[in-house]
């Protein structure tokens, strides 16, 4: 396995009875990454973190984790991984410190080292405050906070999250998603979810799933300048006579579809879809300086994540997500 790589899966496929959760798989994922496994509920996402985890053997293929093969290395790939399950399993009856502490020494710290971490990881996912608290008394949030650092305490080199975010509210998932961007300065984070907003403000990279196969793989960028083509639209508010607009982009070959609506006073929104991808915001605005015209935005609108997930799944023989 290259040095440079934390995760290498090639061919994976776990099979149940009757059905194919993961098909044939293969990925690569480097050291310091944040890379999102992003797919619909059902789409083989927490069935690779398992197997990525050793919790859960594979029907065939390979996976090696920072060097280790988890079918053959178990024992090695667990003490570099730090993994938090969807339904995180926390002790409600334990106070965040002892817990901790108590998970520490389960994951082989001795209890000099144990403790100098448990002080560490309480500080970095901001639990100093709450750390005599008992578990079942915290909000969801904070309980969040406690299954990353029960997932950090042995300083693993690879964090796998699966739907860190899920049940909170907009102020705690901001405040989990800074924390997530954080640990990538000395850790690889594997990210499993459905909420693509979270994906897209998170991650370095993307892997689309979608009914156990990969779909795209790539980084965001990558993504949009792949996908992006005509529908990488550009909007303009100008403030000109609705008909000399229309007689513009009709004759404008750049431009494959448009759509004029009336804005504030004398302005109109125009919607510009160029043909290729073509950036229009340079003919546009030498457009307006040549008939005198005002301008007020000239904004190119590239794809979102929603946007690209959707064509990818569409383009896969689905109709809807």
């Not at 992003?38 to 029907?59: E, F, H, Q, V």
């Not at 100093?128 to 299954?147: A, E, F, N, P, W």
């Amino acid at each position: 396995m290259s040095d440079g790589l934390m995760i290498e899966v090639s061919n994976l496929t776990k099979r149940y009875a009757g059905h194919t959760a993961v098909s044939g798989i293969s990925f690569a994922v480097g050291r310091g990454e944040i890379v999102g496994l992003l797919g619909s509920n059902g789409a083989g996402k927490s069935t690779t973190m398992r197997i990525l985890s050793c919790y859960m053997p594979a029907t065939s293929g390979a996976v090696r984790v920072a060097g280790y093969d988890v079918f053959t290395q178990a024992d090695d790939v667990r003490r570099r991984i730090g993994y938090m399950p969807e339904n995180n399993p926390l002790h409600p009856e334990m106070r965040v410190r002892e817990y901790l502490k108590f998970r520490a020494r389960l994951k082989g710290l001795g209890w000099r080292r144990s403790r100098e971490r448990v002080d560490i990881v309480l500080e970095q996912c901001g639990l100093t405050d709450v750390s005599r608290k008992i578990i079942g008394h915290l909000s969801k949030g904070y309980r969040q906070r406690v299954g990353l650092a029960d997932a950090l305490v042995h300083e693993p080199e690879l964090i796998i999250l699966d739907e860190p975010t899920i049940g909170l509210d907009p102020r705690q998932i901001r405040s989990v998603r800074q924390l997530i961007k954080d640990l990538s300065r000395n850790h690889t984070v594997l990210i499993s979810t459905h909420i693509l907003s979270e994906v897209e403000m998170t991650c370095n990279r993307v892997i689309i799933l979608h009914e156990g196969k990969i779909l795209a793989a790539d980084t965001l960028d990558n993504l949009q300048n792949l996908m992006g083509g005509s529908t990488d639209q550009v909007i303009a508010e100008i403030a000109a006579p609705r008909a000399e607009l229309q007689e513009c982009w009709e004759q404008m070959g750049e431009i494959e579809y448009f759509d004029l609506s009336a804005a504030e006073g004398e302005y109109h929104r125009c919607a510009l879809t160029p043909r290729n991808g073509t950036d229009l915001r340079p003919q546009i605005s030498a457009l307006v300086r040549e008939r005198g015209w005002q301008l007020r935005e000239l904004t190119r609108n590239r794809p979102s994540l929603e946007d690209i997930y959707v064509r990818i799944i569409r383009s896969n023989g689905e109709e809807e997500i």
